[in-house]
């Protein structure tokens, strides 16, 4: 029979603190059984199991808000050497640098830029985020009447100011 007991490294400090001199001994004998006992923090093993895709973030937010997300992803992803990546809170845009994420709401969409004021930006869409300590300073609140061409320039000015 396969055993497996898994702590965190502050269980196993815990348990060495109770049994003092027999923990050792304690902690060989069951690993002479054949029990494996593994540490590390839970946080860890979860985030390294974890994948993000496309689906998981869509799904999220409403049919109104994903075709919004799909036109808005075609556009970023057909400029030149940008990269997309799937993350836990959103979806993010780079080339050398990140210049835009995605991030999903019920019933809009978070677009976090790198900068939070760009000479584009007539309407004044973009909120200073900068005082977040996000590592983006600019945010568009993204909503199923957006003018999306308008906010693609502006995404666009954050692109170029990575080149």
């Known amino acids: ?5 898994v702590v965190d490294n502050s269980a ?5 603190r109770i ?3 027999d923990a050792e001994r304690i902690l060989s004998a069951i690993e002479q059984t054949g029990m494996r006992i593994r540490t590390g923090n839970r946080r ?3 985030r390294e ?3 993000y895709t496309l689906e998981h973030h869509l799904k999220i937010t409403s049919p109104k808000m994903r075709q919004v ?3 808005l992803r075609a ?3 057909a400029l030149p050497g940008v ?3 799937f993350g836990k809170s959103g979806i993010y845009y780079r080339t050398t640098k990140s210049f835009a994420r995605l991030e999903f709401r019920p019933t809009w969409i978070q677009l976090l830029l790198k900068e939070a004021h760009y000479s584009g930006d007539a309407k004044k869409l973009i909120k200073d985020v900068t005082s977040n300590d996000w590592g983006y300073k600019g945010m568009i609140k993204l909503q199923p009447d957006s003018d999306i061409d308008y906010i693609f320039n502006l995404v666009k000015q954050s692109y170029e100011s990575t080149l």
């Open 44 to 46: 860890e093993r979860i």
């Open 75 to 77: 556009l970023i992803i």
């Open 69 to 71: 997300a799909n036109l």
């Open 49 to 51: 199991q974890a994948e």
């Open 12 to 16: 196993k400090k815990q348990l060495r």
């Open 83 to 85: 990269t997309e990546k």
């Open 19 to 21: 049994l003092k001199k």
């Open 1 to 5: 029979m396969n055993w497996e007991i």
